[in-house]
């Protein structure tokens, strides 16, 4: 799919969709075919390599030049929906400066440059293409933050659970988030990397604002890569925590159930030995049932007895 943008003007700036390319465009490119990046190559001088760069889902974060066209792969974060439950992962997005347009190139949808579409970020123009990069840059490690919040807050809903549970499905859960946290980890000191890398570029130290917010970038992804260090380490030790609270919560339930069978046990033993068809059994001659009422009192004292005895050592 590939939809045209452009910034009316500079005064009252709002963005508009074109049919055809301009000079001072945004070209943006979600999941592109083959026919379409040819398109798109032979119309803006591009080369194809650039176009389909950031189509491999395993692609590392870089910067390329070639011919006047300036390649930067970021790795940015996704949230999929998983067995009702919200997974986090990273792809790559590939932005192409170019002498007269801005190209995106990314295999899905993503929250970042919808909010350039949808009007959500206030005074963008795609003819400042050096600008509206570091603007992207920007709005990818804030999107960062705003994930690792979420695992943050998705993490202790998550333990508040392992008080009481007793299966893997919290494991499993807490695992997920874990390995979200790997992909966050090497994704973003991979996008530090290259984000040093741009403070070197021409293109980025033609503007003291532009400079100014490149520095704001790489600040938010420090910040980025130190909270994602944290909370893996948090989780590293709920996870380490978990197996032994939840074998914890079964050794507490096995514990309560020989507690109970114990108890119940004490009327079988009263009526196996009271109900055999021998003679000589005690109370067996007792005259109007006495004997029946001796019986069971016997047993229901006995299991009183047992079951304070048992509560006393905690074991019910």
């Known amino acids: ?8 003007s500079e005064t009252t700036p ?8 301009e000079h001072g465009c945004w070209i943006n490119m979600v999941a592109p075919s083959e026919q379409e990046i040819l398109l798109i190559s032979k119309k803006t001088g591009v080369p194809v390599e650039f176009l389909s760069a950031a189509l491999d889902e395993e692609e590392t974060s870089r910067i390329d030049i070639e011919d006047n066209n300036l ?29 007269k347009e801005i190209i995106t190139v990314c295999l ?3 929250k970042m440059l919808t909010d350039f579409i949808e009007g959500n970020i206030r005074s963008f123009y795609t003819f400042k293409r050096s600008r509206f990069i570091l603007q992207i840059l920007y709005r990818v ?7 690792l919040r979420q695992i943050d807050k998705k993490s202790w809903m998550i333990q508040k659970k392992l008080h009481k549970s007793m299966n893997n499905k919290v494991l499993m859960q807490l ?11 090497t994704s973003l000191k ?5 984000l040093e890398k741009m ?3 021409e293109i980025m130290q033609k503007y003291e604002e532009d400079k100014e917010l490149l520095e704001d970038v790489i600040i938010e992804n420090k910040q980025a890569i130190e909270m994602t260090s944290m909370y893996t380490n948090i989780l590293s030790a709920t996870m380490d925590a978990s197996a032994n609270v939840i074998s914890n919560n079964l050794n507490l339930v096995m514990k309560i159930l020989a507690s109970v069978t114990i108890v119940i046990s004490i009327p079988n033993i009263y009526s196996g030995i009271f109900g055999m068809n021998v003679k000589g059994l005690p109370w067996s001659n007792a005259p109007d049932g006495n004997g029946f009422a001796i019986v069971m009192t016997l047993m229901i004292v006995t299991t009183l007895v047992s079951i304070v005895y048992l509560n006393k050592r905690n074991m019910l």
Do not use: G
Request: with cysteine; net charge negative; charged share 15%.
């Open 1 to 8: 799919m590939i939809c045209i943008y452009k910034s009316t």
């Open 14 to 21: 709002t963005l508009r969709q074109l049919d055809t390319i």
């Open 71 to 99: 390649l930067v792969i970021l790795d940015i974060p996704f949230t999929e929906m998983e067995e009702n439950s919200l997974t986090y992962d990273t792809y790559p997005l590939a932005i192409i400066h170019t002498e």
């Open 108 to 110: 899905k949808n993503n």
């Open 141 to 147: 490690a804030s999107y960062f933050l705003v994930c």
């Open 175 to 185: 695992l997920s988030l874990q390995n979200s946290l790997v992909y966050f980890s």
């Open 190 to 194: 991979s996008n530090e990397i290259t």
């Open 199 to 201: 403070m070197k570029l």
